[in-house]
């Protein structure tokens, strides 16, 4: 099938943007620069919002310190959680990367905003990121006091390999019997360590993210292994017993498909689920150009979804 034509807004934006605003393409070259985050956290176009307090916490991880960059919004008493993660293709990223999104979330849907600083491949294959998100969920579930968050409720939020990260997060809290968690929104996420799905074939020459740039991630963070547990969250084989979720797909992105599928799973398996699909979006739609109209309405949407489940 022929690859959907790109939002007219988006594809102007995409066309006067900076090449290297989101370097999917070049994860070889971005892999070569020892910080390659750096630039990420200095980023001048992030806005500051007086309305929501941010600050570094850093707590013990799997594989040392573990930084978490939490978002307060200025509203008294104990509030919801949403942990974040960023996405990156799992090699690159922040959580300043994001922090309109984080910025968003917490004034918005009135909640405090965690968000992971966990480590990256290749460096750091598999599963060094899913550890670092699973520890980070479990502090919280104890510690939520600390940052004025309520314990009971708490909701995984992750963008693309963020996606991955929130999805195996919420996997491994069912079968380990770990924190309870309200709700996961995943964004356009990266389930399918397989690579199996007609969007991956058909994207190979599609804006910011193809189909190149995506097995290269996988390498990098499977180590070319094939998917483990929670590496690859569509290879569960039940998928009963998760916390309600939105999925959101682009349309123009190599990882449609297997979001579209991993959101029908869930509702097969009795999970409450709500899937979105952005038409003419790219992959990172709302992250690379929150100001153009189809963003504006995914995340007024992405909003709303918390809000009902952190605020019933």
């Not at 006067?16 to 200095?42: I, Q």
């Not at 070319?224 to 084989?237: D, I, Q, T, V």
């Amino acid at each position: 099938m022929p690859v959907p034509p790109v939002d007219p807004e988006i594809q102007s934006l995409l066309d006067t943007s900076d090449a290297g605003v989101f370097p999917l393409y070049g994860l070889d070259s971005v892999l070569a620069v020892p910080e390659r985050y750096r630039p990420l956290r200095e980023r001048p176009e992030t806005p500051a919002d007086d309305r929501v307090r941010a600050e570094d916490l850093f707590i013990p991880g799997p594989g040392g310190q573990l930084r978490l960059r939490v978002y307060r919004p200025a509203t008294d008493g104990t509030l919801p959680v949403v942990l974040y993660l960023h996405g990156g293709a799992f090699t690159y990223g922040s959580p300043e990367a994001e922090e309109e999104h984080a910025l968003r979330y917490a004034r918005d849907a009135e909640a405090v905003v965690v968000s992971v600083d966990y480590r990256l491949a290749p460096e750091h294959p598999y599963p060094a990121a899913a550890d670092d998100a699973y520890a980070a969920l479990t502090w919280l579930a104890g510690n939520a006091a600390e940052v004025g968050g309520d314990p009971d409720r708490i909701a995984v939020a992750g963008v693309s390999a963020g996606g991955n990260l929130a999805a195996a997060t919420a996997l491994r809290a069912r079968d380990l019997g770990g924190p309870r968690l309200l709700f996961q929104l995943l964004l356009y996420p990266a389930v399918d360590g397989g690579m199996t799905s007609a969007s991956l074939r058909e994207c190979t020459d599609t804006p910011v993210l193809n189909r190149a740039a995506v097995e290269l991630a996988w390498r990098h963070y499977t180590g070319g292994n094939s998917p483990a547990p929670y590496a690859s969250p569509a290879e569960a084989a039940d998928l009963s017993g998760l916390p309600p979720a939105l999925v959101v797909v682009a349309e123009v992105d190599p990882l449609r498909d297997e979001g579209r599928r991993y959101a029908e799973r869930l509702s097969a398996a009795g999970v409450t689920t709500e899937l979105i699909q952005a038409p003419g979006a790219v992959h990172g739609f709302d992250v690379l150009f929150p100001k153009a109209r189809i963003s504006e309405r995914n995340l007024a949407d992405q909003v709303r979804a918390l809000r009902e489940a952190l605020h019933q």
